[in-house]
């Protein structure tokens, strides 16, 4: 039998080759075959969720809770010491030097990434401003966003941090922040579905077991140094917390 696995399409394009290594890793450790399917957009990969063309992802924060309590998927391990947080940029230039100075027909670059914008819409409110009095443009990438800001096509950019982080020094330096979040308990997460649950425990022990240093290897294609469990307890507090936020 072979397994899919996918990953949330909001990872940097750089990590592609790392992802294959990962899976390449997880069927030696786990003498399983498991095929990795990449989608170019959420809307794509949750098709597939519904028609049952997923057993394990490395799962979006929002998309928690349909996927535990839709699904069946339980959360098995995500990245240690990483959270997911969104900063808000704009253009070195403009005018714009905090959130309250924003007005209504405020245009926002944006990936679809759904936890990324729904942090950011959370921080521009105290502008009074929402999805009815904004304009949005939705971009393939975050570097994509930072161009939209450079050239003028949008006021404001919403980014994941990490994905700010890594952006080339000369595309910084035409930007500047004006706000991160500081949530500090959203983050992606690797699931298993039903199909997968005999797999949950040896698969928790070989995550847990990256000491060596071909695995740390493979933890750093990834962007982190290691995995720590989640429990049920934990996930749902994270679904809950989410709920709250929408």
Known sequence: MTYNFTVSPD????????????????????????????YDSFDAQREAIQAGKVDMIYANPYDAAMLIRDKGFKAVARPAGISDEAIIAVNIDSGIDSVESLKPGT??????????????????????LNPENTTRHICDSYVLVAKDLITGKADVGFFLKDAYDNLSSTTKKSLKVLVGSQIQVVHHQLMIGPNMADLHAPLLKHLLETKDTKSQEVLAGLGFKEWEAVDSEEAEFMIDLMDTLV
């Open 11 to 38: 990872f940097m394009p750089s990590y592609i080759s790392g992802w294959y290594i990962f899976n390449t890793w997880m069927q030696r450790q786990l003498e399983q075959n498991i095929h990795l399917e990449l």
């Open 107 to 128: 245009r926002i670059a944006s990936t679809d990434a759904p936890d990324v914008h729904m942090m950011g819409m959370i921080m521009i409110e105290p502008a009074d």
